[in-house]
């Protein structure tokens, strides 16, 4: 009867875990259809403008305002992890882990790498492993506005036009649908422009001038360019913890199953163990 009672507890404990994640897929699932709203929405318009500044960036000179599209000898790189500020949701945090590490130990193995981390998940592994972080801003999902994320945006352009960092990437999952997620490992600074450099690709007009524009456009675009990278993380990770809720609450389900079989059998061994004993018993009164 022990064993029926540790059966029956256990079918009681998967059984309030599955209600767990099932509501949890249920947030996670109404949360996403915002986030995925938000992202869809700013998706063309960042894409076109980050095409206009790279044509703009492929005509201009280094004295009209080339500055963010100068390249120079990589010494010292600033990885912009961007991961969420909760678990359960899959992998989603460790494979950005696993992405910047790669980095740091490949193509930037013989370079000076610090960590601009934006979520607790990244913030708190990487502080904890000593590595270099420069700044965390996990706070941002607490409120994320493209307001807020611009002030974080204005600190890298400084600290690029300042010489303190020579490249800027950004590591994050882009959204893809609810149930795929694609890492990127995407170059933020310099800018890149177009092929054919100091030539102007399409037909502009510049008014007032380029100078006035360089000023405007492209920290504007690479404002949106982080803002983006941040609003497709957001709906990622909605997306990852709403499949891991589901794939969670299918494996209760089956456990679930399998336990209270599991009961019923012990449950009729031991009704069936009974009866023996009496029927044992009946016949040696009998005898």
Do not use: W
């Amino acid at each position: 009867m022990a064993n029926l009672k540790e059966i029956r507890s256990r079918i009681t404990s998967v059984g309030s875990t599955m209600q767990i994640t099932s509501a949890m897929k249920m947030v996670s699932a109404a949360k996403l259809k915002r986030a995925q709203d938000a992202i869809t929405q700013m998706r063309p318009y960042a894409n076109k403008l980050t095409e206009l500044l790279e044509n703009l960036s492929a005509s201009l000179d280094a004295d009209d305002g080339g500055t963010y599209s100068k390249e120079r000898a990589i010494k010292n790189v600033l990885l912009v992890t961007i991961t969420s500020n909760r678990g359960l949701c899959g992998g989603f945090n460790s494979y950005i882990i696993k992405s910047a590490k790669a980095l740091m130990n490949d193509e930037f193995e013989n370079v000076n790498v610090e960590i601009l981390s934006i979520g607790k998940k990244s913030s708190e592994h990487f502080t904890k492993n000593d590595f270099n972080v420069a700044s965390t801003h996990d706070a941002l999902f607490n409120d994320l506005t493209f307001e807020n994320v611009s002030n974080v945006a204005d600190d890298i352009m400084q600290q690029f036009v300042d010489g303190n960092y020579d490249k800027v990437v950004l590591v994050y999952n882009q959204f893809k649908n609810a149930a795929t997620q694609i890492i990127m490992n995407e170059n933020y600074l310099p800018i890149k422009t177009t092929a054919n450099q100091g030539e102007q690709i399409g037909d502009y007009i510049f008014e007032p001038g380029k100078k006035e524009i360089v000023e405007e456009l492209i920290p504007k675009s690479l404002k949106t360019q982080l803002f983006k990278a941040i609003l497709d993380s957001h709906a990622a990770e909605h997306g990852a913890r709403m499949t891991a809720m589901h794939k969670a609450t299918d494996n209760a389900s089956e456990l679930k199953k399998d336990l209270t079989l599991t009961y019923n059998k012990a449950r009729q061994a031991a009704i069936t163990g009974e009866i023996l004993e009496i029927v044992g018993g009946a016949e040696a009164l009998n005898g």
